[in-house]
Every structure is written in C-alpha cells, then in structure tokens.
C-alpha cells in the first residue's frame, strides 16, 4: 500500500480566490491522479500528473482552472483558481503501487462562500 | 472513453443475507477492475480486484466475477454485517497498471438491516 498524506484537510474559501491542495506519499511514484469528488457523488478523475512533464487533464477540465505541480516523486500539488461555489467538493489525490493498486489520501474538503 | 454504469444505487438487506452490485463497462480494453469501500467523511479504500485474465476472485466474503464478452463484472458480500454499509464503487481501466487512472461508477450505498 501508500501512504498519502493531503492538506489542508478541509477549507471554506471566498469565491474568486485560488487553494492550492498538497499531496505527500511515502514512496516514490510514478504517476499521481487527482480526482473531484462532489457532494454524494462518484470520483471523476481531473488530471495525471507525471513527475518531469505536464499534467493531463480529463475531457472538462482545463489547466487555467486546476494548475498542477509535480516537482519530484513524492509530491504534487493542485490549484483550485478562481473557485465558485460550483467547485466544493472532496479533492483527492492518488497513486498506483504494486500491480496497479490505486490508493487515496484523505482528502480535501472544500466549500466555497 | 471509459463508460463505467453501476446498479443498484441503493440496496438494502437484512443482516446475515447476501448483497450483490453490477457493473458495467462499454471499453473492451479495460482489463483491471478494482472495487472500492467508502465509509462516510472517509477516503475509498480497495477492497478487491479483478484482472481480465481471470473470472473470479474471492477474499473471504468478498468476491468478484468478471464476464469479459458481456462486459459486466459484480460483487459478491455473503453473510453480510453492520460494518459492510457503506459506499461501494466499481471502476474500470485500460491500462492493466492505472496508469490512465480509473473511471467509476456512480456507486452503491449499502444497508445492512439489524
């Protein structure tokens, strides 16, 4: 398994500001995922985050609006810019391990006001 | 892309009797099939998984079975408990490894009834 640490783990934010989510796991990895989770939803999956390259990003969501960062192999950030209140919902990081297990942190539980 | 349907959305059973969720999956190159619990205010956790080399998979009250011609795959809890209610997901990839990450179903809230 792999553990992922997310934070913050939750945040209220005005609308029109930007939060960046961090995502930390304990091993080296080579693919990070980040996913939307809306409220008593399913998980959609936003974008790819490949250490050394940029992110690919799902059909529905642009790089503008969910920068992301991969500065090495533990570690990926996500950007929510220029949120509404369209945007809270849960925001989860993910990694592969073992035979293509994927594993989640916690989660980053956002409202915007 | 990946278009991953999931019923029921909610099932509810007796405490003791067995649950079963149904997937299915429209890309006929997927062939990793994992299943998720998601307790609630908590992240999804793997419960089991399934390959497309293989039919069926069972982990003690749990199992998988996977019919890759119909492209359906379903979960099996026997002798269901208070702890099994929860969110449950099916996804699907065509990667074998994730490395295009999972498409999900929308998910099954199960009930166990006392």
């Known amino acids: 398994s792999a553990v992922i640490s997310q934070k913050p783990s939750r945040d209220i934010c005005q609308r029109g500001t930007s939060l960046t989510i961090q995502c930390q796991v304990d091993s080296q990895v080579t693919m990070m995922f980040w996913y939307r989770q809306q409220p008593g939803q399913s998980l959609t999956l936003i974008a790819t985050?490949?250490?050394?390259?940029?992110?690919?990003?799902e059909s529905g969501f642009v790089i503008d609006k969910f920068p992301i960062s991969r500065p090495n192999l533990t570690f990926s950030t996500l950007t929510v810019s220029n949120m509404s209140p369209e945007d809270s919902s849960i925001y989860l990081c993910s990694v592969e391990k073992g035979r293509g297990e994927a594993f989640f942190g916690q989660g980053t539980r956002l409202t915007v006001v | 892309g990946e278009n991953v349907e999931q019923h029921p959305s909610t099932l509810s059973v007796q405490e003791g009797d067995s649950a079963v969720i149904k997937c299915t999956y429209s890309?006929?190159?997927?062939?990793?099939f994992p299943w998720y619990k998601q307790e609630l205010g908590k992240r999804p956790q793997l419960i089991i998984d399934?390959?497309?080399?293989?039919g069926e998979k069972k982990d003690q009250r749990i199992a998988v079975t996977l019919n890759k011609t119909a492209k359906h795959f379903s979960l099996h809890i026997t002798e269901t408990q208070p702890e099994d209610s929860a969110v449950y997901f099916c996804?699907?990839?065509?990667?074998?490894?994730?490395?295009?990450?999972?498409?999900f179903g929308k998910g099954t809230h199960l009930i166990i009834q006392p």
């Open positions: 399934i390959r497309s080399n293989v």
């Open positions: 996804a699907a990839t065509d990667s074998g490894g994730g490395a295009d990450g999972l498409t």
């Open positions: 890309d006929s190159a997927s062939n990793y």
């Open positions: 985050a490949n250490q050394g390259s940029e992110a690919t990003y």
